[in-house]
């Protein structure tokens, strides 16, 4: 009897890959609330101290309530907080100041084109930055977009494809879930930079260091803390990070990437003009100035990534995300 079932199409896996990477993700709050709890569940418990006894939940072993805990707390702060943190960081960034026109002219352009995705239209921040970006946000609070205005200098056709990119990945809720994750993501990002910086922190001077001192007659004193035990607190730091750091990068790296990737491929069959336009916006954003000037908390939301080289590596993402989309958006696949 022979299986008349189709062959598992590109869209297909582009879903299965996507359900995985979410739920990597989705496990980071988990190992960060559980790296406390667990421990703590295990010193208190029978086998520990014995504070905790066997009847204190019903019979449920105290290890298997923090587990649970841990989840809910986890996931339920993550969301609670995702939303506060983004807004908050939108409310410092520097506010364009448009006149009535151009303020209602993005206006009707946004509701044009989330019209035309089948999204609710969010509420629209326009930033005055040189970066070429577009975020967005999704969450209890409602919908948010923040677009730079070197953005809305851009061409029209450029402009309204990283528009409609963003009001995308509205649609698929992919903003959603990088949303409500965005504070286990930074604080995972965070201490995996503190743990690189003190590996790889350089305690030693240079032949030129030494000469500057002799010529000013300065020599500045030893080094109170050798240079070993910031090597050994950076591995140390890495090896308690690193259960929440896998599946925070990996994540990442098939959930947020591959998502700008797909919401590529979802703007290109709008058609050519959409296709075109969005190539040469993420080609213009990837080569122009202004990277630094965009927020890092927003980067995740973001339509092109900004991410500086050191950042970048500890996430795990591909330092060739914007040539990797420009050259699948220039190719025969967009189409």
Known sequence: MSDSRPAPGPADRARVRRTLAAALLATVPPLLVAAPLLPAAVLLGPAGLGVLGPGAFGGVPPVFVAALASAGLGLGASALLGPVLVDRRIARLPEAELDDRPADFVADRVETIADEVGVAVPEVTVVRADAVNVAVADGYRGSRLVVSTRLLSLPKADRDAAIRHGLVRLRTREATLTTALLPALALVETVALLATLLVGRRTDRTAAD????????????????????????????????????????????????????????????????????????????????????????????????????ETGRVRGTSRQEARLRLALLRSKRAL
Do not use: Q
Request: a neutral charge.
């Open 210 to 309: 030494r000469r500057v001192n002799r010529i000013h007659g300065y020599e500045p004193e030893r080094n109170r803390i050798p240079a070993k035990a910031y090597t050994l607190a950076g591995v140390l730091l890495w090896l308690v990070l690193l259960p929440a750091w896998v599946p925070a990068a990996l994540g990442e790296r098939f959930y947020v990437s591959g998502g700008r990737r797909d919401a590529d491929a979802a703007v290109a069959r709008f058609g050519e003009t959409e296709r075109e336009g969005l190539g040469n916006a993420v080609a213009f954003a990837g080569e122009a100035a202004g990277a630094a000037d965009w927020p890092p908390l927003l980067d995740r939301l973001s339509f092109v990534s900004m991410a500086d080289a």
